[in-house]
DNA sequence: TACTATTTAATTTTT
DNA sequence: TTAAATAGTA
C-alpha cells in the first residue's frame, strides 16, 4: 500500500492525528492549522489503510458547503467515488434517518421539513388562535425558546414552569406549537435532532444496527455542537465506535444559538483514554497577524490553549485607522483597495468584515461611488424569497393538504376573494374541531360561509386538487413548470410594475430549472418531489444568485468563519459595536465577542486593517465612540497607525482624546471629553463614554463603576472632573 | 383590498 | 436612519 499522497503533505501534528489507532480523537485545530485536510485525510487513511469501508464512516459537519467539500476532497484523494460514506449535516443525517425510519420515529411517512420562517409564521397564528396577546408575548422569543428547549433535548413534559406564570405560559404554548406540527406533519430544524436522537434512544435494535455499521464518527467544528447534537453522537458512539472530532474552542461564536464548547471538555469526561493533538502551525497568515492573534485572545480566560506560529515571514504591520467618522472609514477603505487593484491584484482576494450587518451600507455607499465591484453576503438566500416560499408551498399543499403552513401562505395569494375573515372562520373550525385549516376549509364553505366566500373557498380547494391530479404524471420539472403557472403566481408577479415583478418571475423560472437540475439521492428512497422539497428547506441555496466574478467581498466576521483572503478589513472597531453594547457587560459575552476578533483576524493571510471612527451616525443619531478594546490588546509594535494623531501620547489606548472635536461642541467647554473621569453625587465614580447635543441639552453617557451606564443631562448632572 | 401614515425598535445565522 | 410591522384610509 502506497500511503504517500495520503501522508505526504502532512506535518508531524496533522499526521499523528491522521494515523492515530482507533481510540477517541480530539483535535484542537487552530485557525488556517489544516483542520479539514486533517479530518479528510483521516477518512481516506481509514479507507485506504486500516481498510474500513466507506459505508462504516460517518462524517459531520454544520453546513451543506463544508459537507460537500469534505466528499469532493476525499474522493480526489482516493481517486475514486465514496457513495456509501454517510457526510452531511447533523440536520441532514437527523433528515435521512427519519425518512428511512418514519414509524418508530413515530412520524407520518411525508412530514415536511420547516424553516425558521415558517416556523415563526406558524408560531404567530397559534398566537392569534388561542388569543394569546402578542406584544406580551412576543413570538420570536417564543420560538428562541421553543428551540433552546430542543435544542437542551427537552419536551414540555419535562420542563417545569417553577411555579412561575410566564414560563408557565411558554410551556403551553411550545405544548399547542408541537400539536400544531404534529398535525401537519411539519417538523422544523431543531425537531429533526430531536427526533432523530430519540429514535436511537427508544429502539434499541435500531441503534445497536447504526452503532455497528459506523465504526468510525468523524466530527468537523465540534466546538459549535449543541446539546442535542452531541447527545445523539455519543448515543451513536457507544462504547464501541471511535469518535474522531476536530474544533477550535477559540473559534466558538455559536453560543447564542445553544453551541456549547463545554463539549470539548465534556467529550475527553465521556472518552476516557481520549487522544488530544493540537494543531498550531499555520499555513495561512503572516507572523505578525498570527501574533496579534495569538495577543488578542489570550485575555480570554478557561482556553484550552494553543498559540498559533509560522514558519512564513513576519509580513507586514497591521495598519490601524482612526477615521473621523463612518463615511471617511468607508473612504480609507476604498483607497486602499484601489491600490490593491491598481497593484494588479484581484478584487475578490480582499475582503471587507464588519460586526454588524447594518454597518455595510456606508462601506456599499464607497464601493458604488468608486465603482468597485462587490458582493454582499448575506440576506435572503434563494429558498427563501418570497416567491420561491410561495410556489413551494402550492407543491408542499399537492402533497400534504394537511400543512397548514403553507395553507395560509397561500389561501389568498394571489388575491383570490379569502380575506382576513373567511379565514378566521376557517381557523375557528379547525381550532374548535382540532383539524387542519384544509378540513376546516372543506367544513365551512359547506355550511357557515356566505355564497361569494363559500364559492372562492371551494375554487381554491378545487385548484390544488386539480394541481395535484394534472401534475400526478409529470416528472419534477415539469411538475413545477406546472404549478408555478397555473397557480396564477406567474400572472401575480406580471402585474407587478417596475422591476421587481420581473426578478421574481426570473426566480420562479429559476426554481423550474432547480427542478430541472435537481439529482435526488438514489440511497434515499423518496418521491422527487418530496425529495425536492426537503432539500429547499435544508439547503436555502446561494446568498446572491449571479454574482460578479471578480468582486471584493463584504461580510459579517460570523460568515467570515472558515473563509481566507489576502487583505482583510475589519471595520467599525468601537466598543459598543465591537464589542456589541449587549455583549459588553457579560464577561461570557465579552469572551465570545473576543473569540469573533480573533475569527476576525485569522481571516487575513497577507495584510489586516483594522479601522474605527470616531464618531459614527447610529440609529439616526451621532454618537462619539471609544477605539474598541481588543485594539488595545493588539501590541504596539505589530501596529502602525495610520496618518497618526498630532499630540496624542498614547495613540492606541486613548485615541480621540487628543484632536479638537467637531467646532459647535459645546462639551469641550465644560471640559468633560471621552474618557474622563467623573464623580457624581449620588452614583459615584465613573468614566464618559459618549456624548451628544449641545447647550442646555448636552448629555452624557457615564459608566458608573457601581451602577453601570447613565445617560445625563449635563447641566444637572453636577459632575466633577478628576 | 391596496395604498399610505405611523409606530417601533435596532447583533451575530445555519439548518 | 431606516426597515418592517401595524393601523388607518380611500
Not at 460517518?58 to 454517510?86: C, Q, S, Y
Not at 452531541?230 to 464501541?240: E, H, P
Not at 422591476?499 to 426566480?507: D, F, K, L, Y
Request: aromatic share 8%; glycine share 8%.
Amino acid at each position: 500500500m502506497d500511503v504517500t499522497p495520503i501522508l505526504d503533505t502532512l506535518n508531524d501534528a496533522q499526521r499523528e492525528a491522521v494515523t492515530a489507532p482507533a481510540e477517541p480523537m480530539l483535535v484542537i485545530a487552530g485557525a488556517g492549522s489544516g483542520k479539514t485536510r486533517v479530518l479528510v485525510h483521516r477518512a481516506a487513511w481509514l479507507i485506504d489503510v486500516e481498510g474500513v469501508p466507506p459505508q462504516g464512516l460517518l462524517a459531520v459537519t454544520f453546513t451543506n458547503k463544508a459537507a460537500a467539500e469534505m466528499r469532493g476532497r476525499i474522493e480526489t484523494l482516493l481517486k475514486l467515488p465514496v457513495n456509501p460514506l454517510w457526510i452531511g449535516t447533523f440536520h441532514g443525517l437527523a433528515h435521512r434517518l427519519l425518512r428511512r425510519h418514519w414509524r418508530e420515529a413515530g412520524l407520518p411517512q411525508g412530514f415536511q421539513i420547516i424553516d425558521a420562517d415558517d416556523q415563526l409564521r406558524l408560531i404567530k397564528r397559534l398566537l392569534k388562535n388561542l388569543e394569546v396577546d402578542d406584544s406580551r408575548w412576543v413570538p420570536r422569543e417564543i420560538q428562541y425558546f421553543i428551540n433552546g428547549q430542543k435544542d437542551e433535548g427537552l419536551r414540555p413534559e419535562h420542563l417545569d414552569d417553577e411555579r412561575d406564570p410566564d414560563r408557565r405560559q411558554m410551556i403551553e404554548l411550545y405544548k399547542a406549537y408541537e400539536a400544531v406540527c404534529e398535525r401537519g406533519g411539519l417538523v422544523d430544524f431543531a425537531e429533526l435532532l430531536l427526533a432523530a436522537h430519540e429514535l436511537f434512544r427508544d429502539n434499541a435494535e435500531l441503534l445497536g444496527h447504526y452503532r455497528r455499521r459506523f465504526q468510525h464518527l468523524l466530527v468537523d467544528e465540534f466546538q459549535d455542537t449543541n446539546a442535542i447534537q452531541y447527545a445523539w453522537l455519543r448515543l451513536l458512539a457507544g462504547d464501541q465506535s471511535v469518535p474522531f472530532v476536530v474544533g477550535d474552542d477559540d473559534q466558538s461564536i455559536y453560543r447564542w444559538r445553544g453551541a456549547r464548547v463545554e463539549h470539548i471538555h465534556q467529550f475527553q469526561r465521556d472518552f476516557p483514554g481520549t487522544r488530544v493533538v493540537k494543531l498550531e502551525q499555520n499555513y495561512r497568515s503572516t507572523g505578525t497577524i498570527l501574533n496579534a492573534a495569538n495577543a488578542v485572545i489570550a485575555n480570554n480566560g478557561s482556553r484550552m490553549g494553543k498559540n498559533l506560529w509560522t514558519e512564513g515571514v513576519d509580513g507586514e504591520p497591521i495598519r490601524l485607522y482612526a477615521a473621523y467618522n463612518e463615511r471617511d472609514e468607508a473612504d480609507f477603505v476604498v483607497a486602499r483597495l484601489r491600490d490593491w487593484i491598481d497593484q494588479g491584484n484581484l478584487r475578490a482576494d480582499a475582503a471587507i468584515l464588519y460586526r454588524s450587518n447594518a454597518q455595510s451600507r456606508v462601506l456599499e455607499e464607497g464601493l458604488i461611488n468608486a465603482r468597485i465591484p462587490y458582493r454582499v453576503y448575506g440576506g435572503l438566500r434563494f429558498f427563501e424569497r418570497a416567491e420561491i416560499k410561495d410556489a413551494l408551498a402550492y407543491l408542499r399543499l399537492t402533497v400534504n393538504r394537511d400543512d397548514d403552513a403553507s395553507f395560509e401562505r397561500i389561501v389568498n395569494r394571489p388575491t383570490r376573494g379569502i380575506g382576513a375573515r373567511t379565514v378566521e372562520a376557517m381557523r375557528a373550525y379547525a381550532r374548535a374541531n382540532a383539524c387542519s385549516m384544509w378540513r376546516a376549509a372543506g367544513a365551512v364553505a359547506s355550511d357557515t360561509l356566505s355564497g361569494r366566500a363559500a364559492s372562492s373557498v371551494s375554487a381554491f380547494m378545487q385548484l390544488i386538487e386539480k394541481l395535484a391530479h394534472e401534475t400526478e404524471t409529470l416528472d419534477l420539472e415539469d411538475k413545477v413548470d406546472h404549478v408555478v403557472h397555473a397557480s396564477g403566481l406567474i400572472d401575480l408577479f406580471k402585474k407587478d410594475k417596475g422591476e421587481r415583478g420581473e426578478t421574481r418571475i426570473e426566480n420562479l423560472m429559476e426554481l423550474v430549472s432547480a427542478a430541472k437540475g435537481f439529482e435526488p439521492d438514489p440511497a434515499e428512497d423518496m418521491a422527487p418531489l418530496d425529495a425536492f422539497l426537503a432539500h429547499a428547506a435544508l439547503e436555502a441555496g446561494e446568498g446572491q444568485a449571479n454574482a460578479w466574478d471578480d468582486c471584493v467581498q463584504l461580510m459579517t466576521m460570523h460568515s467570515a468563519k472558515g473563509l481566507e483572503f489576502p487583505l482583510v478589513f475589519l471595520c467599525g472597531m468601537e466598543d459598543g459595536l465591537f464589542p456589541h453594547q449587549r455583549s459588553i457587560n457579560d464577561p461570557n459575552g465579552l469572551e465570545e465577542e473576543r473569540r469573533l476578533c480573533y475569527v476576525g483576524i485569522t481571516r487575513a493571510m497577507q495584510a489586516l486593517y483594522v479601522t474605527y471612527a470616531e464618531q459614527r451616525r447610529l440609529h439616526g443619531m451621532d454618537n462619539f465612540s471609544v477605539p474598541s478594546r481588543f485594539i488595545a490588546e493588539i501590541p504596539e509594535e505589530h501596529v502602525e497607525e495610520v496618518r497618526p494623531k498630532v499630540s496624542v501620547s498614547r495613540p492606541l489606548r486613548n485615541a480621540g482624546a487628543g484632536r479638537p472635536r467637531s467646532p459647535s461642541n459645546g462639551m469641550a467647554e465644560a471640559g468633560v471629553r471621552l474618557g474622563q473621569r467623573v464623580r457624581h453625587g449620588k452614583f459615584g465614580d465613573g468614566v464618559v463614554l459618549n456624548y451628544e447635543g449641545q447647550g442646555a441639552h448636552a448629555r452624557v453617557e457615564v459608566n458608573f463603576e457601581n451602577v453601570g451606564t447613565k445617560w445625563l443631562v449635563l447641566s444637572y448632572a453636577n459632575l466633577d472632573l478628576m
